[in-house]
């Protein structure tokens, strides 16, 4: 709970987890930390809602594949009672005739899958294990800003150079260009098979304003395949949901002193003479810290908490240019039984399943949104976590998550009940092309637009990412020059979110990357 007289020196305005991540760290270098959120619960999109009687689910992010296992380790995270129901789940993408793909590591099985491809993949994935590990050398530490660099830029930079000279000069010419082409074309190169190719491509875009043809998705894919190098093998279902690693976060940040308040909507980041002094609450309280760290995204914290007229007229510029067009909606089931899924046992549809068959339909999805249209045919990430965690469901019931894409945040003629209520049963109508006694065990169901998930998770424009994951918009221009090291052109003011370096994702490291830079600032930063 706040405490109006206590003098705090940090106020971190949002509890989603990197916000607890970086209050925890904080906390631990001796600083008196306050975390005031808005919501009645922690860990922003990291989170688990009941969406019909007894039935809960992950209402955002419904995978564990990313979060730091450093992080994750001086947390404390276990001992405050994280736990798994699920890991390493294969990805099965899905076939109407039954005849899916299972990516199982390097393994492929299923789809009529060729000896060729089985040997492509095993190479693809071994050489973009190898990209991932160079990118996880600058991901956990403050991105290097290219001029006017001290000289912990320059060793980042260096390291950076070094690892590319490691990778051999194959890989290196390789990854430099990969990294400026799409997702489809280096497909078309490596494979055949067209789920493997879609799946592929999926994993490029999701939660992004993208298509495989689009430029910047082959960093997407290497930026979702980082868990690889925190050792998962594949996806991770939490126990309790998603909302449970954002209350092992909120208790190991309160053992660590932390002062936290939920239902606490921040309405201002007080400015004095370009200095940040603390926050004004939406109930009137001001309550006042040497330093305040926002978790929001970057246009929030600018647009909405600072105020435009407090900055220079081109940081202004900067965060109005920041790209976070919000592209992807949530749909919940609350199901009597199990659906059938053609061709998949029971222990197969407690895996990832995935609903993209050929690039060309994933292109077709994006093209919609383009027009401020939602997808008629749109591409899925699908989850039934309570196979593997009963609590989310009634005995004998089930729940299923779906993130689908492509659903515009400015669609036209706005997000009405009639327009939510057609793209829910449009997209139940296409798991059940998978699935074909689904809408028969349907009990409740829930669709979140880009639009609500703003207004769910005060995230602008409803952007998963806070931002698009793209050349543009990573390392030292994230979330854009000039704030691209946690600190702003606001004194007193920083940036923790998932806007910031490294990015999206329950990654935990953009909290973790803020807290040392404050705390390598020093008491006066």
């Known amino acids: 709970m706040i405490n109006i007289d206590k003098n705090y020196d940090v106020i971190v305005v949002g509890g989603g987890h990197n916000g607890l991540v970086c209050a925890t760290y904080l906390a631990k270098d001796g600083r008196k930390v306050l975390v005031v959120e808005a919501n009645e619960s922690l860990g922003g999109a990291s989170a688990t809602s009941e969406f019909a009687d007894q039935f809960s689910v992950s209402s955002c992010a419904h995978w564990l594949f990313q979060l730091n296992p450093g992080v994750a380790s001086d947390m404390g995270l276990s001992k405050q009672g994280l736990e798994l129901a699920a890991r390493d789940l294969n990805t099965i993408a899905l076939a109407e005739d039954g005849n899916h793909l ?123 395949r980082m868990g690889d190098v925190f050792g998962y093998k594949g996806p991770a279902v939490v126990k309790g949901g998603m909302g449970a690693v954002g209350e092992a976060m909120a208790s190991a940040a309160r053992a660590k002193g932390v002062d936290i308040e939920v239902g606490a909507a921040v309405s201002k980041i007080n400015i004095d003479v370009d200095r940040a002094t603390g926050v004004t609450l939406a109930d009137g309280r001001v309550v006042n810290a040497s330093l305040v760290v926002s978790n929001a995204d970057p246009k929030t914290t600018f647009n909405k908490l600072v105020g435009l007229s407090n900055i220079e007229t081109g940081v202004a510029r900067r965060v109005k240019t920041l790209r976070m067009k919000g592209d992807t909606a949530k749909l919940h089931i609350a199901l009597d039984s199990l659906p059938g899924f053609t061709g998949l046992t029971e222990q197969q549809m407690g895996q990832r399943l995935v609903i993209a068959p050929t690039m060309n339909y994933i292109e077709t999805a994006f093209n919609a949104s383009k027009y401020g249209e939602y997808s008629k045919a749109p591409a899925m990430d699908i989850s039934i976590p309570s196979i593997h965690d009963p609590s989310l469901a009634p005995d004998g019931k089930h729940v299923m998550s779906v993130i689908v894409q492509y659903a515009p945040y400015e669609l036209e003629g706005g997000w009405n009940d009639q327009h939510k209520e057609a793209f829910k049963q449009l997209v139940i109508n296409r798991i059940a092309d998978y699935a074909p006694d689904l809408k028969d065990k349907i009990v409740a169901s829930e669709l979140l637009t880009p639009v609500d998930l703003e207004e769910r998770f005060h995230t602008f424009g409803g952007h998963w990412h806070q931002g698009e994951i793209s050349l543009d918009q990573i390392l030292m221009m994230r979330p854009f020059p000039g704030a691209s090291q946690y600190g702003t052109s606001v004194d007193g003011l920083f940036l923790c979110g998932a806007g910031n370096h490294p990015g999206g994702g329950v990654m935990g490291l953009a909290g973790h990357n803020a807290a040392k830079e404050i705390i390598k600032r020093g008491k006066s930063a």
Request: proline share 2%; hydrophobic share 40%; charged share 30%.
């Open 102 to 224: 299972t990516i199982d590591g390097d393994k492929l099985e299923g789809a009529d899958i060729s000896e060729e491809d089985r040997k492509a993949f095993v190479a693809f994935n071994k050489q973009m294990l190898k990209f991932c590990k160079l990118l996880a050398g600058a991901f956990n530490r403050r991105a290097p800003k290219l001029v006017e660099g001290n000289l912990t830029d320059r060793v980042t930079l260096a390291k950076l150079g070094l690892g590319m000279k490691m990778l051999g000069k194959e890989d290196m010419s390789d990854l430099m260009r990969l990294a400026l082409i799409n997702i489809y074309d280096v497909m078309e190169e490596n494979f055949d098979n067209e789920l493997l190719k879609g799946a592929i491509s999926l994993d490029s875009l999701l939660g992004s304003h993208m298509g495989p043809r689009s430029p910047n998705t082959v960093y997407g894919y290497l930026y979702r």
